[in-house]
């Protein structure tokens, strides 16, 4: 029986993705043996998908969308195929160290908490992250503070765990498929009082050429006042 499904959401991550893969089975193996990987390629046009086929476990299943339709829509097809009690939401690049994912793992399943989320700005993490990156993520929190009332430090880091039965109606409702998924599914966990913890991590950031740039900055502004819109009704 399947416990616990790690969901990777992959967009030409060629480059670190099959190591990455295979420190989190080497680790799950050990630490939470009945679990599952599911890789969802969003229409990458690299060698992503040959590459996590490259790892030779049968834990894991990769399913490949034909073109890119954004992180937010592959979070909630993956969350659909995930057969677990414990889902994780993980980014591709590895900047996780996979040994901290028990925190959040077992933040749930001591049944404390409905979601975990890493807090890149909590006093206990160790982040070695860029200033842009740095100054963009602490904007963004302050507007959404300021747009929704909301109290959490950080809604975007690429780490997240959930117990599945009392969140799938949210996913479920989460319109937005791209960066803001996270933003709404927070927004729309707390309006109906879920149990939310933040938790420290540690974070390499590994990507150093992708991320956020002013056009990808200037659309996630626009979609999060589609969000303000949208529960101002």
């Not at 149990?195 to 590994?206: D, F, M, Q, R």
Request: hydrophobic share 40%.
């Amino acid at each position: 029986m399947i416990k616990h499904s790690i969901i990777i959401p992959a967009y030409n991550e060629e480059a670190g993705i099959k190591g990455y893969l295979s420190n989190l089975t080497r680790f799950f193996d050990v630490k939470f043996p009945n679990y599952e990987i599911i890789v969802i390629d969003d229409g990458s046009k690299d060698s992503t998908v040959k590459e996590v086929k490259a790892v030779k476990s049968s834990k894991i299943n990769c399913i490949k969308f034909s073109k890119n339709q954004g992180k937010g829509k592959a979070l909630k097809y993956g969350f659909t195929q995930a057969q677990g009690n414990v889902v994780v939401f993980l980014d591709a690049g590895g900047d996780f160290p996979p040994k901290q994912i028990s925190n959040f793992v077992k933040a749930i399943e001591q049944d404390k908490f409905d979601i975990a989320i890493a807090n890149k700005w909590d006093k206990r993490s160790r982040v070695h992250y860029s200033l842009k990156r740095k100054i963009f993520s602490k904007i963004f929190s302050k507007i959404n503070s300021i747009l929704f009332k909301i109290n959490f430090s950080d809604t975007q880091a690429g780490l997240k765990a959930l117990n599945k039965k009392r969140t799938e109606n949210i996913i479920s409702k989460v319109e937005n498929n791209g960066f803001v998924f996270d933003l709404e599914f927070l927004i729309l966990a707390s309006k109906n009082n879920l149990k939310i913890v933040e938790l420290p991590v540690v974070l390499n950031w590994k990507n150093k050429k992708g991320g956020i740039n002013l056009k990808t900055a200037l659309k996630m502004f626009q979609q999060t006042l589609v969000l303000k819109k949208r529960f101002a009704k």
